[in-house]
C-alpha cells in the first residue's frame, strides 16, 4: 500500500476499453467481483424495497393526503429518473465502491466530496435502523405473538414504538451476521429475496385490482385526509414516495463486485428505480381502491396490512404479508451493504477514524466485516430512540430521507456545473466496447431538473411541520429532528476534519487519501 498526495481536483479517468480493473484509480481490487447483472439490479431494487417501504409509509401518505396522495408517486418517480440517469452517468465512468463520495469529490474536490460521502453514510445508517422499524406493520399482523411489548401493535403507539425497536435489533443481528460471511452467499440472498418481492408485489397488485370497490377516479379526492388543502396533501403525502424510491444507487455501490460494471450498473440503477417506481405505484393504487372504506380511519392507521386481511382474507392476507416480511429482512440487509460499502470506501482513502480496520477485507470473505459491524450497531443505538416517543418513529424516517437527497444534490450540483464548463467528458467505451451510457445533448437540462428537484425536495421533507413531526406537541425536539440531526451531522464531521487538520501540521505529514497500488 502506497500514500501519494493528489491535487484537490480529481481529474477525470482514462477509460479503457476492456477495464476489469482498478488500477486506473489508484485502487487494489480487494472485493471479490462475483455480481451478474440481476445480482446489480437486486442491490438496487433491495435497498428501495417496494413491499418494505410502502408498507411503511402508506397509512402516513393517506392520513395526511386521503387518496389524492397517489399523484405524489408520479411526480417524485419522474424526478428520481432524472436523479438516476445522472447517476447512471458516473456509473459508467467512475464504477468505485463508495460511489456518492467519490462521485462528488471526482467532480468537485476532496473536502466537498468528503462531506458528501459522510452525509450519506450517516444517512444510509438511519434507513437501515428505519428499514428495520417496517417490521413493526406486519408481523403483528400476521401472529400477535410478534406483539413482544405490551398489547397495542401500532408504530405511533408508546407500546408499538418499543416493540417496532426490539424486532428490529433482533433483525439488524441477522443482517449483520449476513453481512460478514461471503459475498456469493450475499449475493444468492438478495437474489432470492428481491424475486421473492417481486412475485408477491404482483400477486397483491393482482388480487387488490381485482377485489377494487371503486374507480380510479377517488385518486382526485381528498376525503380521509388531515385537511392541509389539496397543496398541503401533495407535499406531506410526496415523503411517502419519497422515502420508498432513494438507494437506487446501490447498484453503482457494488461496481466493485459487479462484473462489466461500466456496461451493468448504468443499466440497474435506472431498471431499479423504473421496475419499484411501477410496482410501487400500483400497490398503492391498489390499496386506495379496494380499502373497505376510505373514511373510518383504518386506512390512516394500520395501512395496506389492513388492506390485505380485510379484502382478501386473513388466510390470504397474512400469506402476502408474510413475503413482505421477507422483503422487510432483505431491504434491511441490502441498506447496511451499501453503507458498508460506503465506509469502505472512505476508510480505505484515509477518511474516517480507524481507516486501517474499516478498509479491512477479508481475503477468504471478499468482505469488510468491520463496516458492517459498525453500521449494525449504530443502526440498533438509533432504534433505542423508539423508546423515548413514538414519535421516533416517523422522524427516523424522514430525517433519512433528507440526508439521501442533500448527498445526491451534492453529485448533481457538481455535474452540473462541470456540464457547464464544458469539463464532463461524454465518450469512452466499456468492457464490451460499446460506447459508454450518456445523455448526450440532453445532459444539461436533465441535470439542471435534477438538481432543481433535489433541492426543493430537500427543503419540503426538512420543513419542520409540528402537525407531521410533533403531533402530540410534547417533544419540540422532534419537530426540529430532522434540521438537528443534519447540523449535529454536520458539525461532528466539520469538527473531525478540522482534528485530522491539526493533527497532520503537527506531525508535518499532509492529509491525503490512502490510494492502493494495483495488484
Known amino acids: 500500500m502506497t500514500t501519494t498526495a493528489p491535487s484537490d481536483i480529481r481529474p477525470d479517468p482514462p477509460h479503457s476499453p476492456d477495464d476489469h480493473s482498478l488500477a486506473e484509480f489508484g485502487y487494489r481490487q480487494e472485493l ?3 455480481l451478474g447483472r440481476y445480482a446489480s439490479f ?10 418494505t417501504t410502502v408498507f411503511q409509509f402508506f397509512a402516513f401518505g393517506y392520513a395526511f393526503g386521503g387518496p389524492v396522495f397517489f399523484w405524489a408517486w408520479p411526480a417524485v418517480l419522474v424526478g428520481q429518473l432524472l436523479v438516476a440517469a445522472c447517476f447512471a452517468e458516473l456509473a459508467a465512468r467512475y464504477p468505485i465502491s463508495g460511489a456518492i463520495y467519490q462521485w462528488s469529490s471526482r467532480l468537485s474536490n476532496l473536502t466537498f466530496g468528503w462531506f458528501a460521502g459522510w452525509i450519506m453514510v450517516i444517512g444510509q445508517i438511519v434507513v437501515v435502523a428505519a428499514a428495520a422499524l417496517a417490521l413493526q406493520m406486519v408481523l403483528p399482523a400476521i401472529w400477535s405473538g410478534f406483539q413482544l411489548v405490551g398489547t397495542d401493535s401500532a408504530p405511533t403507539s408508546a407500546d408499538g414504538a418499543a416493540n417496532a425497536a426490539v424486532l428490529g435489533v433482533i433483525l439488524l443481528v441477522l443482517t449483520t451476521l449476513v453481512n460478514i460471511m461471503d459475498n456469493r452467499v450475499l449475493s444468492v440472498i438478495n437474489r432470492v429475496g428481491v424475486t421473492a418481492e417481486i412475485i408477491g408485489a404482483v400477486l397483491i397488485v393482482v388480487l387488490l385490482l381485482t377485489h377494487s370497490k371503486r374507480s380510479p377516479g377517488i385518486t382526485f379526492h381528498t376525503e380521509g385526509a388531515a385537511g392541509s388543502g389539496l397543496l398541503g396533501a401533495l407535499l406531506v403525502g410526496s415523503f411517502t414516495a419519497a422515502y420508498v424510491m ?11 463486485e459487479t462484473r462489466d460494471p461500466r456496461r451493468t ?3 440497474t440503477i435506472l431498471t431499479a428505480l423504473g421496475a419499484a417506481g411501477l410496482l410501487g405505484g400500483l400497490v ?8 373497505p372504506s376510505l373514511t373510518d380511519g383504518h386506512l390512516g392507521v394500520d395501512g395496506l396490512s389492513y388492506v390485505l386481511t380485510s379484502s382478501l382474507g386473513d388466510g390470504v392476507g397474512r400469506a402476502l404479508l408474510a413475503d413482505v ?13 451499501a453503507a458498508s460499502r460506503m ?3 472512505m476508510a480505505r482513502d484515509g477518511g474516517l477514524p480507524f481507516s486501517g480496520r474499516l478498509a479491512h477485507v477479508n481475503q477468504r470473505t471478499g468482505m469488510p466485516s468491520a463496516p458492517a459491524l459498525v453500521v449494525g450497531v449504530l443502526a440498533a443505538a438509533l432504534l433505542l430512540l423508539n423508546f423515548a416517543s413514538p414519535d421516533a418513529f416517523l422522524a427516523i424516517g424522514t430525517t433519512c430521507i433528507v440526508m439521501l437527497y442533500l448527498a445526491y444534490a451534492m453529485v448533481t450540483g457538481p455535474l452540473l456545473i462541470r456540464r457547464l464548463r464544458g469539463e464532463f467528458a461524454a465518450g469512452g467505451t466499456d468492457e464490451k466496447g460499446a460506447k459508454l451510457f450518456s445523455l448526450g445533448r440532453w445532459g444539461i437540462p436533465v441535470n439542471a431538473l435534477a438538481l432543481l428537484y433535489g433541492l426543493l425536495m430537500t427543503v419540503n421533507l426538512a420543513w419542520p411541520r409540528a402537525a407531521v413531526y410533533d403531533p402530540t406537541g410534547g417533544h419540540w425536539y422532534f419537530q426540529w429532528f430532522t434540521v438537528l440531526f443534519l447540523a449535529v451531522t454536520l458539525l461532528a464531521g466539520g469538527a473531525y476534519r478540522a482534528y485530522r487538520k491539526r493533527t497532520a501540521a503537527r506531525s508535518a505529514v499532509p492529509e491525503t487519501p490512502v490510494t492502493q497500488a494495483a495488484a
Not at 42 to 51: C, E, Q, R, Y
Not at 325 to 332: D, E, H, K, L, R
Open 32 to 34: 471479490h467481483r462475483s
Open 246 to 256: 432513494i438507494g437506487f444507487d446501490s447498484a453503482g455501490e457494488m461496481s466493485e
Open 265 to 267: 450498473a448504468p443499466r
Open 343 to 345: 465506509l469502505f470506501s
Open 325 to 337: 416480511v421477507v422483503a422487510i429482512a432483505v431491504a434491511t440487509l441490502a441498506i447496511q451493504t
Open 284 to 291: 398503492i393504487l391498489g390499496g386506495v381502491l379496494a380499502a
Open 42 to 51: 437486486a442491490a438496487g431494487f433491495s435497498f428501495i424495497s417496494v413491499l
